[in-house]
């Protein structure tokens, strides 16, 4: 994790990497290959998450959230909210630590895939995308430390930029936009993962970027929209497709609650088996294409 790493702005933790570093090296003699991943859940501790380091969270946060469009969202926010959407940290039932954090038993009462649609996790991931604070150059930054330390262990196979990266947009008419199918792929991870391809490809010049596109809806519904693979050209030996499949990406309330109707139990394991194949079909197709 990149919180992890950087402890305090633009200081990374040199013996940690080496203890990550020994750790791979262990793996691989026993036939273990690990692939480097940016992981991440809403990510940051000052939202119940994981992920970036905390301070660039704070510092996003304390400049300003806003949910689907500054200037609409007080006409925007009373209806989206009725749909479970928008819900600001604040209106959580939350305890907080000496600080700041939510505690993390608290966190666990709720969906995290809900806290996604924050206005303060949307300013996070619009962020990365738009740069805001500079986020993405100091991300960019991050993977040039990571490439450096692993770029002379062999058993590293790829790297992930970023795992699973959320939708979000600058106003209504970007995530309007982000409705149809691709678009968020195309418009603003792409760009995203280009500009960190390029940034270790030229001190890992044998490096395999493991791409993927959001695991939420609408996307995790259709076909990528990448054009090629980010960085690279199509047919690329330098990239691989990495799709995370669940049975809630369709829906994410189906992972909500668990039941203990059998009906109930036996339509959604139906309903997996169905989508899990159908995901399949779909990512060969985007094999094929890239």
Same mark, same amino acid.
């Given at each position: 994790?990149?919180?992890?790493?950087?402890?305090?702005?633009?200081?990374?933790?040199?013996?940690?990497?080496?203890?990550?570093?020994?750790?791979?090296? @262990?793996?691989?003699?026993?036939? /273990? &290959? #690990?692939?480097?991943? !940016?992981?991440?859940?809403?990510? =940051?501790?000052?939202?119940?998450?994981?992920?970036?380091?905390?301070?660039?969270?704070?510092?996003?946060?304390?400049?300003?959230?806003?949910?689907?469009?500054?200037?609409?969202?007080?006409?925007?926010?009373?209806?989206?909210?009725?749909?479970?959407?928008?819900?600001?940290?604040?209106?959580?039932?939350?305890?907080?630590?000496?600080?700041?954090?939510?505690?993390?038993?608290?966190?666990? @009462?709720?969906?995290?895939?809900? /806290? &996604? #649609?924050?206005?303060? !996790?949307?300013?996070?991931?619009? =962020?990365?995308?738009?740069?805001?604070?500079?986020?993405?150059?100091?991300?960019?930054?991050?993977?040039?430390?990571?490439?450096?330390?692993?770029?002379?262990?062999?058993?590293?196979?790829?790297?992930?930029?970023?795992?699973?990266?959320?939708?979000?947009?600058?106003?209504?008419?970007?995530?309007?936009?982000?409705?149809?199918?691709?678009?968020?792929?195309?418009?603003?991870?792409?760009?995203?993962?280009?500009?960190?391809?390029?940034?270790?490809?030229?001190?890992?010049?044998?490096?395999?970027? =493991?791409?993927?596109?959001?695991?939420?809806?609408?996307?995790?519904?259709?076909?990528?929209?990448?054009?090629?693979?980010?960085?690279?050209?199509?047919?690329?030996?330098?990239?691989?497709?990495?799709?995370?499949?669940?049975?809630?990406?369709?829906?994410?309330?189906?992972?909500?609650?668990?039941?203990?109707?059998?009906?109930?139990?036996?339509?959604?394991?139906?309903?997996?088996?169905?989508?899990?194949?159908?995901?399949?079909?779909?990512?060969?197709?985007?094999?094929?294409?890239?």
């Amino acid at each position: 994790m990149w919180e992890a790493v950087e402890r305090s702005p633009g200081v990374y933790d040199s013996a940690y990497l080496d203890k990550v570093d020994a750790l791979i090296t @262990k793996l691989g003699k026993k036939g /273990i &290959y #690990t692939m480097v991943d !940016a992981h991440q859940d809403i990510f =940051a501790r000052k939202i119940c998450g994981e992920g970036i380091p905390n301070f660039y969270a704070k510092q996003i946060i304390d400049n300003g959230t806003y949910c689907l469009d500054k200037k609409f969202d007080f006409l925007l926010e009373p209806v989206v909210k009725k749909f479970g959407m928008c819900k600001s940290m604040k209106d959580y039932d939350l305890r907080y630590d000496e600080d700041g954090n939510p505690l993390i038993e608290d966190c666990q @009462k709720y969906n995290f895939a809900a /806290i &996604y #649609t924050s206005p303060e !996790a949307l300013t996070i991931q619009r =962020a990365f995308y738009y740069n805001d604070l500079g986020l993405k150059d100091k991300f960019v930054s991050f993977w040039k430390v990571m490439a450096t330390k692993f770029a002379n262990n062999k058993y590293v196979v790829a790297y992930d930029p970023l795992n699973e990266p959320a939708p979000s947009a600058k106003d209504l008419g970007g995530f309007i936009a982000n409705l149809w199918p691709g678009n968020l792929d195309s418009s603003k991870i792409a760009p995203l993962y280009t500009d960190i391809n390029k940034a270790y490809s030229k001190i890992d010049e044998g490096s395999i970027m =493991a791409f993927e596109p959001t695991p939420l809806p609408p996307d995790a519904l259709f076909n990528m929209g990448f054009k090629t693979p980010p960085g690279g050209e199509v047919n690329s030996a330098h990239h691989i497709m990495n799709e995370h499949t669940y049975c809630c990406g369709p829906l994410t309330s189906i992972c909500n609650v668990p039941s203990t109707n059998s009906l109930e139990i036996g339509f959604w394991k139906t309903f997996c088996n169905y989508f899990i194949e159908y995901k399949l079909m779909r990512m060969g197709q985007d094999a094929a294409k890239l």
